[in-house]
C-alpha cells in the first residue's frame, strides 16, 4: 500500500481497521511511502496482524498524481518482482477492506481466475472517443502478478514526461 504525507491520517485510519478485521498470518504487507511520509502510526498495527511487514520506500521526486501513485506502484512492483516473487495486490489508503478474511478472499479470487492480472478495467475510449490522454486502463487497485517485466513490460517506462505508466499497459 502506497501513501504520500498528505494521505498520513488516513492511512492510520487504514491500519487501525484493517488491524480490527486480522490477523493475517499467510501474508506479507509492503508498505510504499512517499515524499519522506512517516510510517509513525502505521507500521506498529500492521506489524501486529500481519506474518511480515516491509518498507519499502518510494524515493523518485515527482508529485501530483497520477505520476507520483505510478512510480510508487513501479516502487512496489520492483519489490515483488525482485524480492518477494508473488503476486501483489496494490492498494491505497482510500480502499477499504470491509469484512473479515478480505484478502484471504481476493486470493481465492485471484487463483481460481489463473490470469496475471486481476481489477477493475476502465474503458474511456468508448465513452469518451479517442481524445489526447483518455485511455482505456486498468484501475490501480488489483492483483498484479510478480512478473510484470514478463506481462506488462511498458509498466516501467513511466516518466514525468508520459505520466501513465501502468494505465497505458492495460
Known amino acids: 500500500i502506497s501513501y504520500h504525507p498528505g494521505d498520513k491520517p488516513l492511512?492510520?485510519?487504514?491500519?487501525?481497521?484493517?488491524?480490527?478485521?486480522?490477523?493475517?498470518?499467510?501474508?506479507?504487507?509492503v508498505l510504499c511511502p512517499a515524499h519522506n511520509a512517516s510510517t509513525d502510526g502505521v507500521l506498529l498495527p500492521l506489524e501486529n496482524c500481519f506474518r511480515k511487514v516491509s518498507v519499502v520506500h518510494n524515493r523518485y521526486p515527482e508529485t501530483g498524481w497520477p505520476v507520483s501513485c505510478n512510480r510508487s506502484f513501479q516502487t512496489i512492483a520492483w519489490h515483488s518482482m525482485l524480492v518477494l516473487k508473488q503476486p501483489f495486490l496494490f492498494m491505497e489508503p482510500d480502499a477499504i477492506p470491509l469484512k473479515e478474511g478480505w484478502i484471504d478472499a481476493i486470493e481465492a479470487e485471484y487463483l481460481a481466475k489463473g490470469m496475471p492480472f486481476m481489477g477493475d478495467f476502465v474503458e474511456l475510449t468508448k465513452a469518451l472517443g479517442n481524445e489526447p490522454g483518455v485511455i482505456d486502463h486498468m484501475s490501480g487497485i488489483a492483483v498484479y502478478h510478480w512478473e510484470l517485466s514478463r506481462y506488462a513490460p511498458r509498466v516501467f517506462n513511466c516518466t514525468?514526461?508520459?505520466?501513465?505508466?501502468?494505465?497505458s499497459e492495460y
Open 11 to 29: 492511512m492510520e485510519r487504514w491500519a487501525a481497521h484493517v488491524k480490527k478485521l486480522g490477523p493475517y498470518l499467510k501474508h506479507e504487507m
Open 160 to 167: 514525468s514526461q508520459d505520466q501513465h505508466g501502468k494505465e
